[in-house]
């Protein structure tokens, strides 16, 4: 009887920390896109404003998981049968290795861009509000989680897509 206890325990506690894990990096994913669209197309530091507000909202504080990258996409817009879609645009891509999310440490000068998209030339529209055209963009973590024990190793992704905003009124 008390193996099938102790399992049942170690599922309902690896369950939690999974559920929990999940919801802070999807929240750390949420904080940094909202960054991200408001910072819009400031040079140089939009993105790394955004990952540091990804790690303050959590996005290394939680057990067991591992973020393993962070990407930053823009999105192109399709239209099809009078319905406007957002796929990926592989041409516009910036890709952070995981020394871009220190646990706290605030160091961000060993981010590496695989394909930038620099935040400068990012499309924030003109005269703003919603007859613009601004770019649309993705923010993808990736991240591993390990159930107690190790018996089990989940790979998994939070994604955000946003609207980049301008910085005019």
């Not at 399992?7 to 939690?16: A, C, P, W």
């Not at 996409?73 to 399709?78: G, L, R, Y």
């Not at 990736?142 to 939070?158: D, H, P, R």
């Amino acid at each position: 009887m008390a193996p099938i206890f102790l399992f049942l325990l170690f599922s309902v506690v690896n369950g939690g920390i999974f559920l929990f894990a999940r919801n802070a990096i999807q929240h750390a994913a949420n904080v940094g896109a909202a960054e991200i669209a408001a910072e819009g197309n400031t040079p140089n530091w939009a993105d790394q404003v955004a990952i540091a507000a990804m790690d303050r909202a959590g996005l290394t504080n939680t057990i067991l998981t591992q973020v393993t990258g962070v990407t930053v996409e823009k999105m192109a817009q399709t239209a099809s049968g009078g319905q406007v879609t957002l796929v990926p645009d592989s041409s516009n891509l910036d890709q952070y290795s995981p020394v871009c999310v220190p646990g706290g440490s605030g160091d961000y000068s060993g981010c590496v861009i695989a394909q930038p998209w620099p935040p400068g030339i990012r499309n924030v529209g003109q005269g703003g509000g919603l007859t613009s055209s601004p770019d649309y963009a993705r923010l993808t973590v990736t991240y591993t989680f390990t159930a107690i024990g190790g018996v089990a190793t989940f790979s998994e992704t939070a994604s955000v897509v946003f609207r980049l905003q301008p910085q005019t009124l």
